[in-house]
C-alpha cells in the first residue's frame, strides 16, 4: 500500500530493516549454540586454575567480546552502507560464537564466569591497561552513547573507527593469551582471534579510505 504521494507507508520502508534484525538476532543464537557445542567437543583431564591464564582470558575476553557484539549489531543496524552492515553482522555473529566457547569452557572448567582477580590480571602488566575501568580498545560509555546518536557517513566512520581501536586491543590480548595459555584449545582460539581481527582492521581501513576522501 502507498500514501497519496506514491511513498510507501513508515511501517512498510522499514520492514527489510527489521526482518535483517530479526534475522541476525537468530543467527547469534545459532552462533551461541554453536560456541556452547565447541567448547563441549574436547573433554580434558585436568582443567586450568581459577587464577590462570587461560581463565583470565576467557573472562575477560567475553567481556572485551560482549562490546563488540553490540558494536556489530549497531552497524547491522543503523548502516546504510551494505559492506559495513555485512561487516557489523560477521563481528557479532564471529564473537557471540567465542563467547559461548569460552563460557562453555569456564562452566567445565568448574569456574564461575567472574574470577577473584582484577580484570587483565593474567597478562604481564595487565593493569596498566586499563584505562577509566576498561579494557584494552574498549570504546567509553560517552564514545558508545555519540555512536548511537550518529547517522550516515558520521556514523559509518566512527564505527570504523572505534571497531579498528577495539580489535587492536583484542589482538594484544589474545596475543598474551596464544604464548601464555596453558590450555591447548584456548591458545587456537587466541590465534584464530588474531588472525580474524587482523583481516578485518585491514578491511576496515581500506573502508575508511575510501568514506573518508
Known sequence: MTSETGTPPVSDARKPW???LIGLAVAMVA???LGYAGGWLTPKLTHPGDTSVDAGFAR???SHHAQAVELGMLAHEKSANPEIRLLGADIA???QAQIGMMQTWLGEWG???TGSQPRMAWMPDGGG????GLMP???TEAEMAQLRAATGNDFDL???RLMRQHHLGGIHMAQAAESRAGDGDVRALAETMVNGQQREITDMQALLARLSS
Open 31 to 33: 552462533a551461541a549454540l
Open 137 to 139: 580498545g574498549m570504546a
Open 60 to 62: 575477560d575476553m567475553s
Open 18 to 20: 527489521r526482518v535483517g
Open 129 to 132: 591497561t586499563i584505562r577509566d
Open 93 to 95: 555473529l564471529t564473537q
Open 158 to 160: 566512527m564505527f570504523l
Open 111 to 113: 569456574l564461575s564466569p
